[in-house]
């Protein structure tokens, strides 16, 4: 259940001290080493998995329940006026720790942070096919 060459494990148990906001049974929620915001979290299952391909239905639904606790915490505590939920899969989506983590970023007004994409023209037609790919 641990990898034991993964960070996020030793961090997630407690076998590197972290700055934990919340500990149970199955999850740590530490501060970001390196915040994109005051009071960037990570969401941490103590077991591991990679990342959302690899996590069991039943987590997955844990870390969203416990992400909408600990963003009202947050919320609460330090009077942010925001949230982006952020989680990286896979080295092309920016994953750089491979044990899953969901990112509470908290956000402020006019915080300097700029988290998102840049959209591109898609016309109808493409929209179309790429729908029926996905969907059947
Ligand atoms: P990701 O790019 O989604 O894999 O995010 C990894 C995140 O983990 C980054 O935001 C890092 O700042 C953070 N991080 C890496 N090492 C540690 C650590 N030892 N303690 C806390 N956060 C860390
Ligand atoms: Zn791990």
Redo the contacts with the bound molecule.
């Keep these: 259940m641990e990898d034991i060459n993964c960070?996020f494990c030793k961090?997630a148990n407690g076998e590197?001290p972290?700055k934990t906001l919340y500990e149970d049974e199955q999850f740590r929620v530490?501060?970001?080493?390196?915040p994109a915001t005051r009071g960037?979290a990570?969401i941490l299952p103590k077991k591991h998995h990679q990342n959302l391909y690899d996590l069991p239905e039943e987590t997955a639904a844990q870390v969203m329940k416990l992400a909408k606790k600990m963003t009202a915490r947050i919320t609460e505590k330090l009077n942010c006026t925001g949230f982006n939920l952020?989680?990286?899969n896979g080295e092309d989506a920016?994953?750089?720790?491979f044990h899953f983590?969901l990112?509470l970023i908290p956000r402020y007004k006019e915080d300097g942070q700029t988290l998102g994409w840049n959209p591109v023209e898609i016309t109808g037609e493409d929209l179309e096919k790429i729908k029926n790919i996905i969907a059947e």
């Design positions: 960070i961090i590197i972290s530490i501060l970001d080493l390196n960037h990570l952020v989680q990286n920016g994953q750089t720790v983590h990112h």
